[in-house]
């Protein structure tokens, strides 16, 4: 079963700090991993995507990826209210745009 | 440019009732997925068309099915409705079928009560 493990959370920090949200993943052959935002009663909205071990800069989002140890974060620096949502990690395995999602960890960033 | 939409929003059956969602695709995109959210869940990917064809399927019995418009529109049938298909049912739409060329845009949703 090809599985993808988040803590429920709820993550609480405060406005201006750094929250990070991880991601485990089972299937050693995952290729492509994602990060979404859902906000109450909406939507997933994409906000970063990774494909190779490392690190990846959008604004104040960063996702680091290390495959050797199935494990993928997003780091939201400078955090503000409008960012309480929930956060969902998603991996790609097979060809095509199927996804498997986590169960997402709710942030709730207070002022 | 309209992105992805889905009707009904929101829509009420009864068990063993049948229900079918409709989705329209963002402009210029082909390829539509479908996705089951429970509540407190992340979403689940029932099935994928591209081309009027179904691509990829996910875990989910027969009772859900299918189908592609030449327009790319997409319709998500489900057939002797389970209390526990109560859910926020996601349509997707892509440029390609794959992940790599094709970010995924999903559509408001459709929240199904069955009681």
């Known amino acids: 079963q090809k599985e993808v493990e988040q803590n429920s959370g709820p993550l609480s920090v405060p406005e201006g700090a750094i929250a990070s949200l991880n991601c485990t993943y089972s299937?050693?052959?995952?290729?492509?991993f994602f990060w979404y935002r859902q906000y109450s009663g909406k939507s997933p909205e994409l906000i970063m995507s990774?494909?190779?071990?490392g690190d990846k800069e959008d604004g104040r989002f960063t996702a680091q990826l290390n495959k050797a140890s199935q494990y993928v974060s997003l780091l939201i620096r400078d955090s503000q209210p409008s960012d309480s949502a929930t956060y969902l990690c998603?991996?790609?395995?097979?060809?095509?745009?199927?996804?498997?999602f986590g169960k997402g960890t709710t942030l709730s960033v207070s002022s | 440019d309209a992105g992805v939409t889905q009707s009904p929003t929101h829509l009420i059956k009864t068990r063993g009732q049948q229900v079918t969602l409709r989705c329209s695709p963002k402009s210029g995109h082909d390829t539509v997925s479908w996705y089951q959210q429970a509540l407190g869940q992340g979403p689940q990917f029932i099935f994928q068309y591209y081309e009027e064809e179904e691509r990829q399927r996910g875990n989910f019995p027969d009772r859900f099915s299918g189908h592609q418009f030449p327009n790319y529109s997409s319709e998500l049938n489900v057939n002797a409705l389970l209390l526990g298909d109560s859910a926020l049912y996601l349509c997707?739409?892509?440029?390609?079928?794959?992940?790599?060329?094709?970010?995924?845009?999903f559509g408001e949703g459709s929240r199904l009560t069955v009681l």
């Open positions: 997707a739409s892509s440029l390609t079928p794959f992940i790599n060329t094709g970010e995924l845009f």
């Open positions: 998603a991996v790609n395995i097979q060809a095509g745009t199927a996804l498997i």
């Open positions: 299937d050693r052959v995952s290729q492509s």
């Open positions: 990774i494909y190779s071990n």
